[in-house]
């Protein structure tokens, strides 16, 4: 099983911007869908955003649509998520995952298998 590892996590004002990264290694390969999803406390885990193996198609949740956009290098096996116009209820952790069969993608944590550690995304008011 392949690893992902999520970095780029931080602080930051409302209206500011973050890129997230999620660097795969191991069995992992440029035909999985991956997906971001974010944990606020005393929240249930929600989707964010995923980009199919291909990067062609992308889906994201309605509350970060025009904000937060998701893309990939598949030649670093790396997923990025780039988050501009922070608010506070942007804040949580954010986890990568990586889609259960090859070609996957969706909205539901069922679709995907390998996940990240999580990064801690703050963002103040």
């Known amino acids: 099983q392949g690893q992902l590892v999520e970095s780029g996590g931080g602080l930051v004002q409302a209206g500011g911007s973050l890129r997230l990264s999620c660097a795969a290694s191991?069995?992992?390969?440029?035909?999985?869908?991956m997906a971001w999803f974010r944990q606020a406390p005393g929240k249930e885990r929600e989707f964010v955003a995923a980009?199919?193996?291909?990067?062609?198609?992308?889906d994201y949740t309605n509350s970060v649509k025009g904000r937060f956009t998701i893309s990939r290098d598949n030649a670093k096996n790396t997923v990025y998520l780039q988050m501009n116009s922070l608010k506070p209820e942007d804040t949580a952790v954010y986890y990568c995952?990586?889609?259960?069969?090859?070609?996957?993608?969706?909205?539901?944590?069922?679709?995907?298998?390998?996940w990240g550690q999580g990064t801690q995304v703050t963002v103040s008011s």
């Open positions: 995952a990586a889609s259960r069969y090859s070609y996957g993608m969706g909205r539901i944590s069922e679709t995907y298998n390998r």
């Open positions: 980009i199919s193996w291909s990067g062609k198609s992308t």
């Open positions: 191991g069995r992992t390969g440029s035909t999985y869908g």
